[in-house]
């Protein structure tokens, strides 16, 4: 290759040691939470996707496959894993598929919780973003000329 | 009876491992399901002999009122029968004639789906499993005959077969479907119940027509007669068993299916007959002037679908008796002799007549079935094919017209079937030892004998004890052909008549051009120059042009060029879209600038700009960075309007966007304006073309309401039902999440989508 994808600047370098687990922390946040506020699987996956795509650039593509650990691929069929298997619990109850289930309690410090299927489905399409943004970015950037 | 038919799918799925376990006796161990299907069908003859007809149902697709039903009357369980009891002989035979194929195990897979396939076909009660059904025996039958793949020719006549009837197919499919409409049902009992409502009907001609075509392409009627003899292409069992005693019948079963609804007119009558007789003559004419052993008997099977076409055609209940008479004599001697001509080429190498003499020492049983069965063929006292040859000449002589060609075509052919009979029959056994390509040192074993020994005797049995099968199978299959019962029974002796004498006269001169056979070909060798014309010249003709066409739209449409690519999207779009709203009488748009806020009009304007900018600017990553702009200015305004969750998948998914595009772009060579004026106007024109009818499409759509806007009801059943606050994640992942499935299939198809096209490439180029 003859010229470099990477950006030869300190600051971007040193922030994006920084950014980058800030950033992950803050998709799985919006992960979690999106159910009721602002958020979900779909932008979480799209924050993840752009903190390692940052990382990218900021380092090089072998720092941000590291980051990644999983190969985007696996994650894409993972995902869709998930989202599948999100709908199948309702059969057992003679529902239509896809029919949400949820279970509520109550823990110490973190107070309420709910869990349910569709959480389950947000994973999955968070998993699927990650792995799609991140195959075609990769894919693309290693491409040869 | 669902079972039944579907069993031989089953056995089909495990036949290889079967035939693994099994080696050489394979053939048997598979043949006990044919065996058992035949005695279960069998079980059925009682009830179905006294008149009765079974409906079984099951439902299958009930929105769509299809349901898997079956029809058990004395035509399908005659068929039934047949399938079921010729497949018994055809799999124990092939498991010592194929012996040692590598691919024998692939073989019973097809023939047992086959066979399975052929069963649904015949005994279906449905239209459209009947269709799936008819399709099935095509396909396979293209397996079958293209069997020994590696073989040109083989492949060659394998697409032939599969395109003429599936060709036909397709018309089929139209006269079916036509059929159902009129008649309001899909199911065949209660459309052959219907009387008169197909023939009073205004589409009565193109319903015959379409059926027609699907009938005569399966049933290798003239002008399509030219695939069958190709199709001997495939191994002799299956030659056999679909190209002689049950596929190509298929077009003949749903002709006398169909005969109580769609029969008895002057159309009728001439398209069946006319076709039927042409094809029955030109058979018989071709299989005394061919010399291959498959191939006479190929020729000899098209004059016998021709004979059973003109007879349904003729439709008088004599004309009925005989058909069902002919059609189980045919299936018994041709069966026989056909796995007679495989025994000859497996034992002495023989593929051709001219190559046969004098085997009649070498194997003495073959031969004395092998004259058994073309006694049969050949219509000689006391065989069953006697029988049926009487009473077809008695049809043809008393037809309700048309009397005079039928019956001489028919007694035509009567004289040339005599000739192929006996070259059949007596060629390769008596006469002088001629030198084989293999001499044979025994008998052909157990297991090819058994299928010719068993058909040709009960073309003997059923000959001398006629009562057996008129009085149950026979009638009851003529009744529901000829929609009531019929009065006609079979006899072996009907006394000194009209067909008596012309049956005489049709041996002894059939005989007579046997022993000056050479003679014969010789004098009517100026037929060969006539092939020039033939239909099969028409269909390589239209083979290769569908071939230019196709190469040709694909030179047009599948360019290589995105720019024409998107144009060509781009037009038709805007084309039909126009189209759809003119004949609709135009678009209904409301539009009011009252409430509009100043920090909205500032938005709009960035984006106005920057969208002037990206088309006008010379840089790409001017472009790109004002296209990334406009992103932007539309996530402002789903801020504006309250909707987070969507404002910041847009500012994301506008990252991203940009980011790829700045990949891609760094690997471009440097922007150049080399498009000329004219096309740069001419895009221009599509993009604004395009731009304006999905702006006035916007604004159409949200100023025309059909029903309530379903966002209420998500608003108020969001916490209720969806556990959540934020509506549109409930709706992601709850309310809509099969779509939203649906949606990440899309992006992860996409994304390996990307991933091969570049990877691939950079394969191809390190080559």
């Avoid at chain 1, 057992?92 to 869990?115: D, Y």
């Avoid at chain 2, 000689?380 to 094919?385: A, E, L, S, Y």
């Avoid at chain 2, 100043?598 to 790109?624: F, H, K, W, Y």
Wanted: glycine share 10%; hydrophobic share 55%.
């Amino acid at each position: 290759m003859t010229r470099e994808l990477n950006i030869q600047s300190l600051i971007l370098r040193s922030a994006s040691q920084l950014l980058l687990p800030l950033l992950l922390m803050f998709s799985i946040f919006l992960l979690l939470r999106g159910h009721d506020e602002p958020g979900g699987g779909f932008i979480a996956g799209l924050v993840a996707a752009s903190a390692i795509a940052l990382h990218m650039f900021a380092q090089d593509i072998h720092q941000a496959k590291r980051v990644l650990y999983a190969d985007p691929r696996d994650l894409v069929g993972w995902g869709l894993v998930f989202g599948v298997i999100s709908g199948v619990p309702a059969i057992f109850k003679g529902q239509a598929f896809f029919t949400s289930q949820w279970l509520e309690f109550t823990m110490p410090i973190l107070g309420k919780i709910k869990v349910g299927t569709p959480l389950i489905f947000d994973i999955g399409v968070y998993l699927v973003v990650v792995g799609s943004v991140l195959l075609i970015l990769l894919t693309l950037a290693e491409a040869e000329d | 009876m669902l079972l039944a038919i579907l069993s031989g799918f089953l056995l089909a799925t495990v036949a290889p491992a079967v035939h693994r376990q099994t080696g050489m006796n394979s053939g048997w161990v598979l043949a006990i399901l044919p065996a058992a299907l035949f005695l279960y069908f069998l079980s059925f003859l009682p009830a179905v002999g006294s008149g009765e007809s079974i409906v079984i149902s099951y439902p299958w697709v009930p929105g769509l009122d299809i349901q898997l039903s079956f029809l058990v009357d004395g035509l399908s369980l005659l068929f039934a029968l047949l399938i079921s009891g010729i497949g018994f002989f055809i799999v124990a035979y092939a498991g010592r004639y194929l012996e040692g194929h590598k691919d024998l195990g692939r073989f019973y897979v097809l023939i047992l789906s086959f066979m399975a396939s052929m069963l649904g076909l015949v005994l279906s009660d449905n239209l459209i499993s009947l269709f799936v059904f008819w399709e099935l025996t095509s396909i396979t039958s293209y397996l079958l005959i293209g069997f020994n793949h590696e073989d040109a020719t083989a492949r060659r006549s394998a697409l032939q077969g599969l395109f003429v009837t599936v060709g036909g197919g397709l018309a089929l499919l139209t006269g079916l479907v036509m059929m159902a409409v009129v008649t309001g049902s899909y199911e065949l009992s209660e459309i052959l119940s219907s009387g008169d409502a197909l023939r009073d009907h205004g589409w009565y001609v193109a319903i015959v027509l379409l059926v027609l075509l699907g009938c005569f392409t399966k049933s290798a009627q003239v002008p399509f007669h030219f695939w069958l003899p190709r199709a001997m292409a495939a191994p002799t069992p299956v030659s056999a068993y679909l190209h002689s005693a049950t596929m190509v019948k298929a077009g003949v079963y749903l002709m006398a299916r169909l005969n109580p609804s769609l029969g008895a007119t002057d159309l009728w009558l001439i398209l069946l007959g006319v076709f039927g007789a042409l094809t029955m003559f030109t058979g018989v004419f071709m299989s005394i002037r061919s010399t291959g052993v498959k191939q006479v008997l190929a020729y000899s099977t098209v004059m016998a679908l021709g004979t059973l076409t003109m007879l349904i055609g003729v439709g008088t209940d004599t004309a009925i008796m005989a058909a069902m008479a002919f059609l189980l004599a045919h299936s018994l001697y041709k069966g026989a002799l056909f796995l007679i001509a495989g025994i000859l080429d497996h034992e002495a190498g023989c593929k051709d007549f001219l190559q046969t003499g004098g085997l009649r020492h070498a194997l003495p049983i073959t031969a004395t079935f092998a004259a058994i069965a073309a006694l049969s063929l050949g219509g000689v006292i006391p065989m069953f094919g006697f029988v049926a040859k009487e009473l077809l000449f008695e049809a043809v002589l008393e037809a309700p017209s048309l009397s005079g060609l039928l019956s001489l075509l028919t007694v035509a052919s009567a004289i040339l079937v005599v000739a192929v009979a006996a070259v059949v029959g007596i060629k390769p056994y008596w006469g002088p030892r001629v030198e084989t390509p293999k001499t044979p040192h025994h008998e052909a074993p157990p297991a090819m004998l058994a299928g010719p020994a068993v058909l040709a005797s009960l073309g003997l049995l059923f000959g001398v004890g006629v009562a057996m099968v008129d009085r149950g199978l026979l009638s009851a299959a003529a009744g529901a052909v000829y929609g009531s019962p019929v009065e006609t029974y079979l006899s072996l002796w009907h006394g000194f008549n009209l067909p008596l004498m012309l049956s005489l006269l049709s041996l002894v001169l059939g005989l007579t051009i046997y022993f000056n056979w050479d003679r014969f070909r010789t004098a009517t060798g100026f037929m060969d120059d006539l092939k020039r014309f033939g239909p099969e010249r028409a269909y390589d003709k239209s083979m290769d042009g569908l071939v230019s066409i196709s190469e040709w739209q694909t030179r047009v449409l599948q360019n290589g060029y995105l720019r024409y690519y998107l144009l060509t999207i781009l037009l038709s779009t805007v084309a039909l879209v126009t189209f759809s709203i003119a004949r609709a009488g135009g678009l209904e748009i409301q539009m009011s600038l009252a409430g509009v806020r100043i920090q909205e009009l500032a938005i709009v304007a960035v984006l106005l700009l920057a969208a002037l900018v990206s088309v006008t600017t010379s840089s790409r990553l001017g472009a790109v960075a004002s296209l990334g702009a406009v992103g932007f200015s539309v996530a402002l305004i789903y801020v504006l309007f309250s909707a987070a969750d969507v404002g910041i998948t847009q500012v994301l998914v506008e990252t991203l966007t940009v980011i790829m595009l700045v990949l891609v772009l760094f690997r471009l060579p440097g922007f150049l304006g080399l498009t000329p004026q004219a096309l740069r106007i001419r895009d221009a024109v599509v993009a604004l073309a395009f731009g304006v009818m999905v702006a006035l499409l916007s604004l159409a759509a949200s100023s025309t309401r059909f029903a309530d806007s379903i966002s209420e009801y998500f608003i108020r059943e969001s916490e209720p039902s969806g556990f959540g606050r934020n509506i549109v994640n409930v709706i992601l992942v709850d309310f809509r999440a099969l779509d939203t499935l649906g949606e990440i299939v899309v992006l992860a198809l996409a994304a390996v989508g990307v991933y091969a096209m570049i990877k691939l490439r950079a394969e191809d180029n390190r080559k």
